[in-house]
């Protein structure tokens, strides 16, 4: 088996990260958004959780309510300093989980598997750690996360230098994010996006931001040092076309194969035929 495209540097992702822990809650808006959502999800689900692994949430399981379910949490993350300094907690990579077989009832990622250079394989993993029946929800971050300020250091780069470095990470489309969870064995699977726009008057402050969540570029290639200049004719693109960036927090879920789970129909067994059921809607 070919062994998948080392993309990311997670060393250098884990530095990153622990750079950024100390102040990491004046920049967590949309880890804090992802987690609210999961915390919605969890509350709809009705059922215990006696014991979940939370990827990247850190100081954020705080936002837990008794209606999630959840009666004991475990958190790691690549960095430590980004875990809480309560509760049970551990240093571990999404690629290298720790978790025995069938050990968890939840499994959830924060915003961390758009980094993984192996997704389905991490996604295997914790699907291979979920209890059969576990629930497995992930937020990562999808394609068009960063789309303006990529095009803009393109721009500037090529104007100033006559070429350009990837500045910016690629990102998953939610359609490739759907069919990791199919192949990583999860039944049930669903990948739904949330699109959010940041209004930035000075663009420095995106800049500012992506520094302090610890998502500056983590890519395994090198790229030339970035210019001073290169970088204010970036910024003024950026403002020209509207200092608008977008995010996309693309949602994962899924469960572990159990036998009492809902099957899909075999194609040909249906009683009613879509001819016929278009007619008694009309």
Not at 36 to 58: I, K, M, Y
Request: charged share 25%; proline share 6%; with cysteine.
């Amino acid at each position: 088996m070919t062994a998948p495209p080392q993309i990311f540097d997670r060393p250098l992702y884990a530095r990153r990260r622990a750079r950024a822990a100390t102040g990491f809650a004046a920049f967590d808006f949309l880890h804090r958004r992802a987690m609210e959502d999961v915390v919605d999800r969890l509350e709809s689900v009705n059922r215990r959780f006696p014991l979940a692994a939370f990827d990247g949430a850190g100081a954020l399981t705080a936002m837990l309510t008794p209606d999630c379910g959840v009666d004991e949490a475990v958190c790691f993350d690549l960095a430590p300093t980004r875990l809480s300094a309560t509760g049970l907690r551990l240093a571990a990579d999404a690629e290298a989980l720790p978790f025995r077989p069938e050990s968890l009832d939840l499994f959830v990622s924060i915003l961390t598997l758009h980094t993984a250079n192996d997704l389905v394989g991490a996604l295997a993993q914790a699907r291979m750690a979920l209890k059969p029946d576990g629930l497995f929800i992930a937020a990562a971050f999808g394609e068009e996360t960063l789309s303006a300020l990529r095009a803009s250091f393109y721009r500037a780069e090529a104007e100033i230098t006559g070429g350009a470095s990837a500045r910016i990470a690629p990102f998953a489309g939610v359609k490739d994010y759907g069919a990791a969870l199919q192949r990583a064995g999860f039944a049930l699977p669903v990948a739904d996006i949330d699109k959010v726009s940041v209004k930035y008057d000075d663009p420095l402050k995106l800049l500012k931001d992506l520094r302090g969540m610890g998502e500056t570029r983590a890519l395994k290639t090198k790229a030339a040092p970035l210019r001073r200049d290169v970088i204010l004719r970036a910024m003024a693109l950026f403002a020209e076309t509207g200092g608008t960036e977008r995010f996309e927090i693309v949602y994962l879920t899924g469960w572990a194969p159990h036998q009492s789970q809902q099957k899909p129909l075999k194609p040909g067994s249906a009683q009613v035929s879509l001819k016929d059921a278009i007619k008694g809607a009309s």
